[in-house]
């Protein structure tokens, strides 16, 4: 197989990569790829095709990557992923939960987590909100 064919493979893995994560460091490394597909495509030895990849790589780190992390988090905007965009949901006790302990537990869309409350004892089918996560422990407290 050609190199510019490895590249061009290389550059979409990378690509794909990055539509996986948010923090634009994987594209550049794609546009690098990209860059050493294109100097393989013209015949250039293999130490000139690394070099290209390391070079575009590094231009389009320094370049590309605050342009594009400006654009996409104007003004700092978070967009809450996770565990942590479960705080402020509402469930409902499935398990009695016994103040600080954290050994009830609550259904939160439709997923069952362990959970403790504020210091009150919150019995099985009372909804709840979620004011906390730590680790995998919910800290609730009644609607």
Request: hydrophobic fraction near 50%; aromatic fraction near 6%; include cysteine.
């Given at each position: 197989?050609?190199?510019?064919?490895?590249?061009?493979?290389?550059?979409?893995?990378?690509?794909?990569?990055?539509?996986?994560?948010?923090?634009?460091?994987?594209?550049?490394?794609?546009i690098?790829?990209?860059?050493?597909?294109?100097?393989?495509?013209?015949?250039?030895?293999?130490?000139?095709?690394?070099?290209?990849?390391?070079?575009?790589?590094?231009?389009?780190?320094?370049?590309?990557?605050?342009?594009?992390?400006?654009?996409f988090?104007?003004?700092?905007?978070?967009?809450?992923?996770?565990?942590?965009?479960?705080?402020?949901?509402?469930?409902?006790?499935?398990s009695?939960?016994?103040?600080?302990?954290?050994?009830?537990?609550?259904?939160?869309?439709g997923?069952?987590?362990?959970?403790?409350?504020?210091?009150e004892?919150?019995?099985k089918?009372?909804?709840?909100?979620?004011t906390?996560?730590?680790?995998?422990?919910?800290?609730?407290?009644?609607?």
């Open positions: 197989m050609e190199s510019w064919i490895l590249w061009t493979i290389v550059a979409l893995l990378l690509f794909i990569t990055e539509l996986m994560t948010t923090g634009f460091a994987v594209i550049c490394l794609s690098g790829a990209g860059a050493a597909a294109i100097a393989a495509a013209c015949g250039v030895s293999l130490n000139m095709q690394l070099l290209t990849f390391a070079v575009i790589s590094v231009l389009a780190i320094a370049c590309i990557r605050p342009v594009l992390k400006r654009t988090f104007k003004g700092g905007e978070k967009v809450i992923t996770n565990a942590s965009a479960i705080i402020g949901k509402h469930g409902v006790v499935c009695d939960v016994d103040g600080d302990d954290d050994t009830g537990r609550v259904i939160i869309d997923i069952d987590w362990r959970a403790k409350s504020e210091g004892k919150i019995p089918g009372t909804r709840v909100v979620v906390k996560i730590e680790s995998v422990v919910l800290t609730i407290k009644k609607l």
